[in-house]
């Protein structure tokens, strides 16, 4: 025994400690009362008590309850065992699998030194066409997905599972920071449907855990990302759904041990939290982790400090966007609001590039003529913007791809496009090449100059 209870409240244990100097903060301390095992992450440690943030409910917790140390602090499973499996936060497998433990790490342990950087720019090229065109990815990079419910994010993540494993033998992880457990069950059995549950990790915080397990939940997860890295030597994709909910799970934390907030009531420290996931997603000379965050943004404000925060780390932004997905076109980006720090001669190349600057040009001139048709009509257009419009209405129809994941859904033989046909069918369709096709033979292909 190292101390005993001495004040509860919703989330916060405070303990009176036999020894100070017994104690560390992040060790993890526990009681037992009612035949119920209760757990505390010690989080502060003024003179003789322990400020803790409890990993479970407080019910039935009272004064003068004994207390007594665990060995080490919070760890999850760090092995091939992790494949196929749906943790909790605390690293508790909550599938029906079964884990006989081969061996367990601290969630908190790495972080890469310069020395291990891979600062080499390396394309991760997907196979969706306008993903790969509009915004290339960086191995290792990070990148917001934005996108409300319904538009075929799931989708879109999963797709993304199945070509880097075909490509790369790479396997997958997903973080649920605050999902609802509707959504969890949800992205399981489609995960499972897709037989794709053998090549993914998965870690889950939900909505109606307390606030230390969506705390938590993104530490675990990127445990889970390094071992695949690190010791597999792997080009992962992590998913973290939803990274805002990291800063409120801390907030809430922050304002529970009675902390000064700043601005919106987050804690001083939501740089430093944000800065200290984010720089454990990187690549290294054994592998890459690539991530992908979803961003909630609270009441649409982008300059919120928690939302400005997270952008400044990311390399870029996929957006999903409703009104894409109204017209039949999925996967449903929004090619004007989706960016990459890869769009650059030096990087791309000049070819890619200037494709990427015509095809926007040619895109938002399209919207411009839409509006002058349904006033004059398509015959008063003059010969060039006839060609902008027929020529850009292939495009769009172009960028919807069949997905492999969906193929049981749509009845349509899923495609992985390589960049340099992509290149080819853009460059034919601009020049004209294929000014005699319709434009409905350009929906939902793969590479049209290999029909």
Do not use: C, W
């Amino acid at each position: 025994m190292i101390g005993k209870i001495i004040a509860v409240s919703d989330l916060s244990v405070d303990i009176l400690l036999n020894d100070a100097e017994s104690v560390r903060v992040k060790d993890i301390l526990h009681a037992n009362y009612h035949d119920t095992e209760y757990n505390f992450e010690v989080v502060s440690i003024d003179e003789f008590v322990a400020k803790t943030i409890s990993l479970d409910s407080v019910i039935y917790l009272k004064k003068g309850i004994p207390v007594y140390k665990e060995l080490g602090i919070l760890s999850i499973e760090y092995s091939d065992a992790i494949l196929g499996k749906v943790f909790d936060s605390f690293g508790n497998v909550i599938s029906d699998d079964k884990l006989n433990s081969i061996k367990k790490k601290n969630i908190y342990e790495r972080n890469v030194s310069l020395k291990e950087l891979d600062i080499q720019v390396d394309i991760l090229y997907t196979g969706i066409k306008v993903i790969d065109f509009f915004a290339p990815i960086e191995k290792g990079s990070k990148l917001g997905l934005l996108g409300g419910a319904g538009v075929g994010k799931t989708v879109l993540i999963k797709e993304l599972m199945n070509n880097v494993f075909k490509k790369f033998q790479s396997n997958s992880v997903f973080i649920g920071i605050g999902e609802r457990s509707r959504e969890g069950k949800e992205l399981y059995d489609e995960v499972v449907s897709s037989n794709l549950y053998d090549k993914i990790s998965i870690v889950f915080g939900q909505m109606g855990d307390n606030a230390a397990s969506r705390s938590k939940a993104v530490y675990s997860g990127l445990t889970l990302a390094e071992y695949l890295r690190d010791e597999k030597k792997q080009d992962v994709l992590l998913f973290i759904d939803n990274i805002y909910r990291f800063v409120q799970a801390n907030s809430e934390i922050s304002a529970e041990l009675g902390r000064s907030p700043i601005e919106n009531g987050y804690p001083s420290t939501v740089v430093s939290d944000i800065s200290e996931v984010e720089e454990r997603i990187n690549s290294t000379n054994d592998g890459s982790i690539t991530s992908f965050q979803a961003i909630y943004i609270p009441a649409d404000d982008y300059t919120d400090a928690a939302v400005q925060a997270i952008l400044t780390h990311l390399d870029g932004q996929i957006v999903l966007d409703r009104k894409v997905a109204e017209k039949g076109i999925y996967p449903a980006i929004d090619v004007f609001k989706t960016t990459s720090s890869l769009v650059d001669p030096d990087i791309i190349g000049e070819r890619h590039y200037n494709l990427i600057e015509k095809t926007l040009h040619y895109l938002a001139r399209e919207e411009e003529i839409e509006e002058i048709i349904v006033v004059l009509g398509i015959e008063e257009l003059s010969e060039e913007d006839k060609n902008i419009f027929y020529r850009s209405r292939k495009l769009r129809n172009y960028f919807s791809q069949p997905f492999q994941v969906s193929e049981q859904y749509t009845g349509i033989k899923g495609e992985s496009v390589d960049i340099k046909d992509i290149l080819d069918d853009v460059e034919n369709i601009l020049d004209g090449t294929y000014d005699d096709r319709d434009e409905s033979e350009f929906l939902f292909i793969g590479s049209y100059g290999k029909k």
